[in-house]
């Protein structure tokens, strides 16, 4: 199900300069391109590695770099921005079974001293969600984090709180790699993160995957929408 078209530029990927920066070279010129994943992508970031940016317009960098090149022509969408857009789409097309009838209340929402991705709204219950970008893959399966994550600990820690409080609280994981089949924490990234879920889990937060993919036209396609979680 395509949930989303883009403008994409195909292009060249040659370094990243800073956390939010990235060197690209498109048409045979060099451009800045904004990276919206503060993850460390090291499998991705690669001198050589085909890329897929869209124009921007204003600041300080031309484009924003929205996925890399993986399996079967596919890309992996590591832009955080792109991956919310589908998600969002998906909730709004009623394509997540375990999200039927729900729509998003409000975002980035004062929790603690966090701010969660949503509330959402679902038949008039209310459910407290984070999402997070899970873009680093082994074998068949999309796992985060891929470097320690103190904001990400922070989040499932309010979630677990919530859930304390009697009140419904998930934690979404976007596999945002091609032909993944399941989910699962990289333990080496962050052993914290690992933990927590675990505790988030036994605590009663829902925690739940889906995957999606950009075709070569530019299409966000949803693959899978209930990915096997591995906790």
Known sequence: MILLKLPIVKGEFIERINRFVGLVRINGEVKKALITNTGRLEEFMIKGKKCFCIPKQGGKTDFILVAFEDKNSKGAVVDTRTQAKAFGR?????????LKDCY???K??????????YLLDCGGEEIWVEMKSAVLRERDYAMYPDCPSLRGQRHIRELIKLREKGKRAMIIFIGAL??????????KGDPDIARL????KAKGVEIKALSIALLPSGDVVLENNNLEVEI
């Open 104 to 106: 998003i209340k409000k």
């Open 90 to 98: 998906a909730v709004e097309l009623g394509l997540i079974p375990w």
């Open 197 to 200: 879920l675990k505790e988030a």
């Open 178 to 187: 091609p032909d993944v089949k399941k989910f699962k924490p990289y333990v």
């Open 108 to 117: 980035e929402v004062k929790v603690g001293d966090s701010r969660l991705d």
